[in-house]
Structure formats: structure tokens, C-alpha cells
């Protein structure tokens, strides 16, 4: 008599008792390995997310030129420059920005700080600073929160969605990992967001920005690498609204540059004194 014979039916799994024990139960061993394996190689989302914060978002204390351009249907109908400066928190992880309003000049001079999950506005003609949200429009379909520097893996939890190709932002084909972004603090820019990153280099390539109820805003397309400050970063951001996608709005970084960022700088208590 043979081991397969001799095998109790209580052994076995059920659908093979019912089948009268006609074949040795090898399958369903082999599923079982393959979903353990896929479980354990299924990679991190949270992970992946952290990664590409890493990519946009520089270590060191640093500057840039931010100049935002709005088009309807491909024509330019306002533009804004920021003059940025920010880093980590070392207490509690988050990035603190500095934003100077340089052009037009009715608005040089203007200052926006972030500083934990606080936005304030501060207006030197007037004194005073006001809170603001960052959800709120800057320019264009370009919000309050699209300027300043955050680091999203902080601010959402990340579902790993699916592995798929997309074409980017300057028309080629990338693998990449499609997340989903849930936020988890109130004060972030968009409740839900759907990114795309490449699977080799970690590179934030597009960005589906969501209402709560699940209503496209508007995308993003991330582009124009250059290697800033030692490593690939994206120095354009293209903005399309989610219903009109004649309506755009580009973003262009420039002047990158490693600085010392006083803590001062970035108190509110100090916006009537920052001088640039």
C-alpha cells in the first residue's frame, strides 16, 4: 500500500475528501508558498512614500526661485515669483518653510510661513499676520500648500495600489508604483491623493489630487529632472484643473542653493523683522 493510500482524510484538504482522495494535495501547498512570498516581496507603500519625499525634498537647509505661470487655453494670464527658503524640523520631522513674494510688485515684500502645520500670511503694509489654509488657491489651480515644502509620508497613509506603466510628463513610458494617499491630519493640502512613482529611482511622476468625496481637482505632472543639491529633483510642476484642462498652471524652480535658515526666520513672532 502506498503513503498516499495510508494518508487519514482528516489530513487532507476538504475539497480533496471530497473528491474521494484521487490526488495528492501538491497544489494547494504551492498556492499557499506563492501567496507567502508574494505577501513578503509586496512592497511597502509607506515606504515607497517616504522614498519619494526624499527625492523632491532636500536634506540640507536650502533656497530656491519658485515662479508660477497660469495659461487658459494656452495663453499666459498671471504669473507670481516666491523667493523659498526651508528645512526639517529636527524636533518634530516636519518641514518649516519661508515664502517672500518677489513679483508682481504689488505683492513684493508679502511673506507666507510654515511652520509645523501652521500657514500664516503676513502683509508688511498692514503689521498683521493671518492664518491661512493650505488648501486655499494661490495662483491657478497652484493652492497655498502646492508651494511649500511637506512631506506627504507625514501627513497621509499610503495604500499600495497596483504596478502599472504611465506615460510622463515629458511623454515617456515609466513603471511605476500607483499609490493611495488617505490624509490623517486635518491640515493637509488634499484629503486624497493618487501618486505614481517610478519602481527604479523613487521619482514622484504624477499626482491625481482628490476631494474627500472623491472628485478629481486636478493632476499634476512632475518633470524637467536636473540634479540639484546631489540628487535628481523635478524642477517643473504641471498643474491641470480636473475639469477644465485648458486651465494650467506651471510651476518652475531655479536657484537652488544650500543655506543657513535662521530659526528666527521661521518664528511668527519675527515676520515684521525678516529682512531678506
Known amino acids: ?131 491661512l489654509s493650505p488648501q486655499q488657491r494661490l495662483l491657478g489651480q497652484a493652492s497655498n500648500g502646492d508651494v511649500v515644502t511637506v512631506n506627504l509620508s507625514r501627513e497621509h497613509r499610503a495604500e499600495w495600489v497596483a504596478e ?29 491623493i493618487e501618486l505614481w512613482v517610478d519602481t527604479g529611482t523613487s521619482q514622484p511622476l504624477k499626482a491625481r489630487y482628490l476631494a474627500a468625496s472623491g472628485q478629481l481637482l486636478k493632476t499634476a505632472y512632475f518633470r524637467r529632472w536636473q540634479r540639484q543639491l546631489g540628487q535628481e529633483r523635478p524642477t517643473e510642476t504641471v498643474i491641470i484643473d480636473g475639469l477644465d484642462p485648458g486651465w494650467v498652471t506651471v510651476m518652475r524652480y531655479t536657484d537652488w542653493v544650500q543655506r543657513e535658515v535662521p530659526d528666527a526666520w521661521l518664528q511668527r513672532e519675527f515676520l515684521p523683522q525678516f529682512k531678506p
Open 164 to 192: 502599472e506603466e504611465i506615460t510622463d510628463g515629458e511623454r515617456r513610458p515609466r513603471r511605476c508604483h500607483k499609490l493611495r494617499l488617505q490624509a490623517t491630519v486635518a491640515e493637509a493640502s488634499y484629503p486624497l
Open 1 to 131: 500500500m502506498t503513503a498516499m493510500t495510508m494518508l487519514p482524510a482528516s489530513s487532507l484538504p476538504r475539497r480533496h475528501v471530497l473528491r474521494g482522495l484521487a490526488v495528492w494535495p501538491v497544489l494547494p501547498l504551492a498556492s499557499t508558498l506563492s501567496i507567502a512570498f508574494a505577501a513578503s516581496a509586496a512592497p511597502s507603500a509607506q515606504a515607497i512614500l517616504a522614498a519619494s519625499d526624499a527625492v523632491r525634498n532636500p536634506e540640507v537647509p536650502f533656497g530656491l526661485t519658485n515662479t508660477l505661470t497660469e495659461y487658459r487655453n494656452g495663453q499666459q494670464t498671471d504669473s507670481l515669483t516666491l523667493a523659498i527658503v526651508a528645512k526639517a524640523d529636527p524636533e518634530r520631522g516636519p518641514f518649516r518653510s519661508l515664502v517672500r513674494f518677489v513679483a508682481p510688485a504689488r505683492d513684493a515684500g508679502k511673506l507666507m510661513l510654515y511652520a509645523g502645520r501652521d500657514l500664516w500670511f503676513f502683509d508688511p503694509a498692514s503689521k498683521a499676520s493671518i492664518r
